[in-house]
Each structure stands twice: as structure tokens, then as C-alpha cells.
């Protein structure tokens, strides 16, 4: 059966606005992003001769609305653009840039209008700090937004009811073509020891998709007069915030204390597996995770890819993954470590596309609400409510 069209609604309270969008996700290729389009559906009488304008935005936002960093709040906006909508400035049929919004328009009647933005290749993809259980208000985030509102022009004060927000996800997937599969080897000396403790660390590649198991092949040679007492090995998730202070998180999102020992003079040739999910950690504080739009649908961050001559420190929040060995060395004086680290990319697979001769014509509408993280506040709060019946499309 072909997938249904599934379209996301969402209307202001004073019922002059609402927005209408083919999707929620929109996938950056590195050289290039998916353009944001949708239709904007009004309602003149309740408009009262104001204007209507769309903005899509990027926002990068350290801490809570009402906490201040540093004495300062901050919240800096990377990116804004803003559109009219109505009164149109070009011919209706001008703006059509997708069979999505075509049918829309056709569905919806000589009241909606298009609307469509490019992104700009250099903004980060949507990515959020897991807040803990008992934090209330949003946290560290790089958020995306589309808002419609009327007003009397585009500079005067937005009236929260006459205005609506819709929280979008940039995404990024796994490339079609990876690197060489990582290999990481480390040799340690001892006072007292003619010969070395040697160790290697490998992957079968390089990129492993969300969900997927990690298989560590570990190789010891242990030359030296020491023993090792334990193995250790753990997936590390890096988040360094960019924009703010250069400050980073490292957080052991699977970790594995297999209890092997090698002997001095003694090797071992093992493979472990560890499984890096997001339920495994839901209830810890500082875990980067894939922009969300409800609780049910993210996962542990995707591995950040940054276009060459992007400057880093404008893309909020760098995600990476590493595989860590330690080994746990013996000694009369207490124990010590010899460890290493291995890079790897963790990302989702590109889905399968899906022709758009493929969709049904018949659009089903869902209204479009974000639930928030555990903890955190929804945004109904700032008067962007989901739509009723009274602006729902009617069939023709």
C-alpha cells in the first residue's frame, strides 16, 4: 500500500493564522540542506486588515529562558529570515515549489498561500543536551522554528495569540561513502620491566548506524612483568559547546568492566560488544541527543559532519564518538591504567526515498504539537496551540 501524505497543522489562538507542512525533518547533505516549504492557510475576517509573515529561524539557547550565564541570559538567533505572506508580493502560482504545496493549495482553498526558505549550508543540524529529571524550562539546545504571525507590519509587536510556532528537526545521515575501518595501537614501558605492555584496539568500520552493536577487537601482548588485573572498554559520546565556551561533556553512553585478566608474560586476543542507546540513558543529565519533537522519537546525537570551510565555532554543539580500552594494571603501590581511543561515527542510515508519484493524493491532516523532553515545559505555554476544526481544511 502506498505511504499516506501525512500533512502538520497548527493554528493560533485568535484563529487568524494557521500553518500546514509536508514534514517535520529536513536532511542536510553537507554540501546542501532540503528547503523548508508549507502553506499558510488565513482567515481575513479574523485578520482585521493585518498582514501575515512567516520566519524560519535557528537558535542557540545555553541554559533556561529565565536563567542568566554569566549575569547574561543567553540566547543568540544564528540565523533569521522572514517572508510576507499576505498581502502577496508575487503571483500565487510563483511560489509553488512542491506538489506538496500545489496540492495543499488545491485542497485548501483561495484563502491559503505558499511559502518556501533555503537554508544556508553553514548552520549546525538540530542537537540538545539531555536535561535531568528534576530540571524545568528549556537547556542547552540548537533549535529550529518556523512561525507564522499577523500584524500591522513586520517590525511591530507580535501579539503571542495572533502568532504560531512549529519546531522542525535539520538532520543529517550517514554518507554513501566512509573511511578506512579505525585501528588504534599503544605501547607502555614499567620501571622495573625489560619489555613493553603492547595493545591495539580495532573496528570493522567506521560508521555504525543508531542501534547498531559495536564489535572492539582487542590484542594484548603483555611482554612485561605486570599483570593486568581488568579490562574496561566503554562508547564515549564528545559534546563540546562551540558557541558558548569551548565547554565539553564526555559521557560513557555504554560501558562494559569484563573482568579479563592477562598475566605478565601472557596475551589475549578478545572481542567485545557494546550497545550505545539513548534508553539506557534517558535519566542522564548532559547526554546530547538529536533535536526532538517528542520524547518517543529521538536518540542518542548523531555524530556532527561539518562542511570544509564552515567555521566550527558557529555550529552550537559538536557531537563524536569514541571507543576507550583501558586496561588495569597491578602494582604494589596500587593500581594503574594503560588505555586508548578509538574514533568512530555513529549516524543514521539514509532512508529509502519515496517518489512523490508514490503518494496518495488523499492528504491526512495531524496537528502538529511538541512534547518536550521529561522535565521540560511545552510550548503551548507561549499561546501556540494545535488547531482545532475550525480551520480544518474542507474537501472538494
Known sequence: MSPRNVV???????????????????????????PVDGVILIDPEALQGRKVFVTLSCTFRYGRDDMDVMGIAFRRELYLSTRQVYPPLQDREQGIHTKTQARLLRKLGDDAYPFFFEFPDNLPCSVALQPAPHDVGKQCAVEFEVKAFSAE???AKVRKRSSVALMLRKVQFAPDSEGAAPSVETSQDFVM???????????DKEMYYHGEAVKVHVSVTNSSSKNIKNIVVSVDQVSTVVLYSNDT???SVAIEEFGDSVSAGATLQKTYTLLPLLANNRERRGIALDGKLKHEDTNLASSSIVKDGVLKEVMGIMVSYKIVVKLIIGGLMGSSEVGLEVPFKLMHPKPDAVKESELEEEMVFQEFKRSYLKGMIDDDEDGNVSGGDDMAPKEK
Not at 193 to 203: E, G, M, N, Q
Request: contains cysteine; charged residues 40%.
Open 193 to 203: 620491566s625489560d619489555k613493553p605492555l603492547h595493545v591495539k584496539a580495532s573496528l
Open 8 to 34: 502538520f497543522k497548527k493554528i493560533c489562538k485568535d484563529k487568524s493564522v494557521a500553518v500546514y507542512m509536508g514534514k517535520r525533518d529536513f536532511v542536510d547533505r553537507v554540501d546542501s540542506v532540503e
Open 153 to 155: 507590519s513586520q517590525d
Open 249 to 251: 561533556y564526555v559521557k
